[in-house]
């Protein structure tokens, strides 16, 4: 079982930044991929990026790619997600996710936090 706790969610205003913090309460958290995906209103939660256990690899959704990176620290266990040129579109809950896998970090996952809420005011 993991358990995970996202923090650093907030009101910001277009073109802004946020970074989302996920901490992981398991000491095998570098065994773990980790995803981040949101929800917005009447939507269904989606994808926005995923990091393999090393940290080496990783993958985001297009309408992410060159605005957000994904990092994590496993000496913290910890993952975060930087997003930078924020958009109203990117309003939303956020939720980290963990799970043990191999090749595609875009999931599926089984594990997931409460979820952060993210607010781009235009």
């Excluded at 209103?41 to 994904?70: H, L």
């Excluded at 809950?93 to 595609?104: E, G, K, L, N, P």
């Amino acid at each position: 079982q993991v358990q995970l706790i996202e923090s650093g969610g907030g009101l910001v205003q277009t073109g802004g930044s946020l970074r989302l913090s996920c901490a992981a309460s398991r000491r095998t958290f570098s065994r773990y991929a980790m995803g981040w995906f949101r929800q917005a209103p009447g939507k269904e939660r989606e994808f926005v990026a995923g990091i393999s256990w090393s940290g080496g690899s990783t993958v985001y959704a297009d309408s992410v790619k060159g605005r957000f990176t994904i990092s994590r620290d496993n000496a913290k266990n910890t993952v975060y997600l930087q997003m930078n040129s924020l958009k109203p579109e990117d309003t939303a809950v956020y939720y980290c996710a963990a799970d043990r896998i191999y090749s595609d970090w875009s999931g599926p996952y089984n594990y997931w936090g409460q979820g952060t809420q993210v607010t781009v005011s235009s």
